[in-house]
């Protein structure tokens, strides 16, 4: 039997958490529907569609994408869609921001996969998605196809060479493919140099993700529950989502198993449009973690 210790976060950790979001606030004329939400524990999934295999871990107040099976995948998608663009205006695509807590945990006799992704999609079904290397985002026909309208950040713990993977530990922007338009090995920077991080190493990591539609950028950040954001994103990225998202927009997160196995698990999320800066309360309660 597999078993996993549960470390348990401090209130330092769900201050500093809390206080990081509010810190920044930028005003923003784009007339849409405002979109702001924090879940900083899953005690309640009244608002979250699960599927797949994706259930609540009740006990603890997380959500577990994938279960210690092989070949299956989970989505845990926000029940009400995202206006990201004004009515009847294609050309104006709202600024987003999100940030989340994770945590992927392989059992001891396998070397883990395949990986979480955040991810932006017209429809919050797992209708047509593959398991293993394809996320439980698109299958071998969808891939590259602008059909989709799939905006994604992917969290990678497999090597895969057809979609020019750089390694098994890596976290990569994905549109409408899995072949990501910019990939960087996992790091952090912790306010002096840059620092390796193990995505499934079974701690709780956190991951910023920032949209500013005015100057077309993109950045992703990661580092360890607790740390403060890191001042330098791991990938910063110019990119116009204006043709990529529809007038309404599904938000959440999709693993998926493969040959290997790990479980996946989101600890806290919060997600808000229009230039509001995200904000989240980290899970108090114990959440699983390798042994």
């Known amino acids: 039997m597999i078993s996993f210790h549960r470390p348990t976060p401090s209130l330092v950790v769900i201050s500093q958490f809390l206080l990081g979001f509010l810190r920044f606030s930028v005003a923003d004329d784009t007339p849409l529907r405002h979109t702001s939400f924090v879940f900083d524990r899953f005690n ?32 845990a998608m926000y029940s009400t869609p995202v206006q990201m663009k004004p009515r009847g205006n294609n050309r104006t695509v709202s600024s987003f921001s999100t940030t989340f807590v994770f945590s992927m ?35 071998f026909t969808s891939v590259g196809k602008d059909y989709n309208h799939l905006f994604a950040v992917e969290f990678d713990t497999s090597r895969n060479v057809e979609f020019q993977d750089p390694d098994d530990n890596h976290v990569g922007v994905d549109i409408n493919d899995l072949n990501s338009v910019q990939a960087k090995f996992a790091r952090y920077w912790d306010g002096k140099v840059s620092r390796s991080l193990s995505l499934k190493s079974g701690r709780n ?50 693993a998926s198993t493969g040959n290997f196995v790990e479980d996946h698990y989101i600890l806290a999320w919060s997600f808000t449009t229009n230039g509001s800066r995200a904000a989240s309360g980290c899970n108090e309660s114990p959440f699983p973690g390798k042994e």
């Open 44 to 75: 309640r999934t009244d608002e979250i569609i699960l599927l797949g295999v994706a259930a609540p871990l009740v006990s603890k107040s997380v959500l577990m994408l994938t279960n210690h099976s092989h070949f299956v995948m989970g989505r």
């Open 205 to 254: 990591i956190q991951a910023w993700i920032d949209y500013d539609h005015r100057g077309g950028k993109l950045s992703v950040r990661i580092a360890f529950a607790g740390m403060p954001k890191p001042q330098m994103p791991l990938i910063s990225l110019d990119t116009d989502l204006s043709a990529l998202v529809e007038e309404e927009m599904y938000v959440g997160f999709s």
């Open 105 to 139: 945990v392989p059992p001891p006799s396998d070397a883990g996969g395949h990986g979480i992704a955040f991810l932006m999609t017209p429809s919050p079904t797992l209708s047509g998605a593959l398991s293993a290397e394809y996320i439980g985002l698109l299958n």
